[in-house]
């Protein structure tokens, strides 16, 4: 208890992300590891201060502790590719939802002219999707409880306890999970004719099954790609890093690396060429 309340009260300066906050936040706040101490911790409702949306957290999660102490996405290098790269009136693919976070960072990038479309399977997480769309009241954003996939279908979604974000159609590393049935389309079919600028993917593992059923809508509109590239996430699905390029770099995908560079109190964008050989 006493640990919380000196964490909230260090809350002003994790916000402002002044030096040394990540030892502070690590030493106060914490991530998995510190899941019991935050075990009876109240819901907590705030204002995203990079793009000004309303956010409900629980913060006994760890990913949503992260967005009420920093104020902001803790995924800094894809909000950054995001601002730097959307524009008023692009359309943006959000495969894999979850709770949000880059629909509403994307959705505030492009505006009321331009569209996201989400597609989120776990009803748990879809449902505060949907909470954060209508507080908001954001209209451009369509928010579909469906997965991905190479086929249209159904498939099981495995949900861990510990993090719902980890959530995939690719078997659990977790002891401790829940299932869900799910409907399951095609990329190119979700698409259909619309032209999309921006595809992000993050499915813990399951993203080349995505990208096979999206091959039609990549080489027609070449968007620009953001995914998630785990070897040992991929290889719960029989997949690789290696049969992920097989398949984008003959249509023209070249792979980079979000980083950041500090520079004060500023967090600069760094891309670099991925190297496909290192761990």
Known sequence: MLRNLLAHIARPYLIRELPGWGRVYKLMVGGHEKQEQWADALPRIIRDKRNGYIRVLDIREWADRSLYFLGRWYDLPTAL???????????VVDVGGNYGHFTLAAAHAVGPSGAVLTAEPNPVAYARLRTHIALNK?????????????????LTLTIPSVNSGEASFAPSDYDDNTSVTCPVETLD???????????????????????RGAMAVLERDQPLLITEVVEKHLARANASRASLFALLEPIGYRAYRLDLHRQGLQHTLVMSVYDKDSP
Do not use: Q
């Open 138 to 154: 954001i209209g451009h954003v369509d928010a579909r409880n469906i997965g991905i996939a190479a086929e249209p279908g159904e």
């Open 81 to 91: 590719a995001v601002e730097a790269a959307l524009r008023p009136g692009d359309r």
């Open 189 to 211: 079919a979700l698409v259909g004719t619309d032209t999309v600028d921006l595809i992000k993917i993050d499915v813990e593992g399951f993203e080349l099954e995505v990208l």
